[in-house]
């Protein structure tokens, strides 16, 4: 995991340039998952080697469901919150 025991702006940092230069430079395969949405402007800049994608969810009535489907362009909404509680994190925690 890409910024570990550092701070979100290095860690956000870290993952630009490393995909910038994978992108860029590089031109490789690959995947990730960040929770920097920021990143997906890449795909702007490197439209020919930079594509979004994001697995879909139904949020209903607070409860969420994954739906396995993976779709065009990047997630519009974070599900930190509701992942937690599905893995039964403590309400205090949560």
Same mark, same amino acid.
């Given at each position: ?12 940092? /870290? ?6 230069? /994978? ?9 990730? *998952? ?7 402007? /890449?795909? *702007? /800049? ?10 879909? *969810? ?37």
């Amino acid at each position: 995991e890409l910024g570990r025991g550092t701070s979100t702006y290095d860690g956000y940092g /870290l993952a630009w340039a490393i995909s910038e230069h /994978l992108a860029r430079d590089v031109g490789c395969s690959g995947l990730f *998952a960040t929770h920097f949405h920021e990143l997906t402007e /890449l795909s *702007a /800049l490197y439209p020919t080697t930079v594509v979004n994608r994001h697995v879909s *969810a139904l949020v209903q009535e607070g409860a969420i469901s994954m739906l396995y489907q993976v779709r065009d362009g990047p997630c519009d909404q974070s599900f930190g919150i509701h992942v937690a509680e599905l893995a039964r994190f403590p309400p205090e925690v949560v």
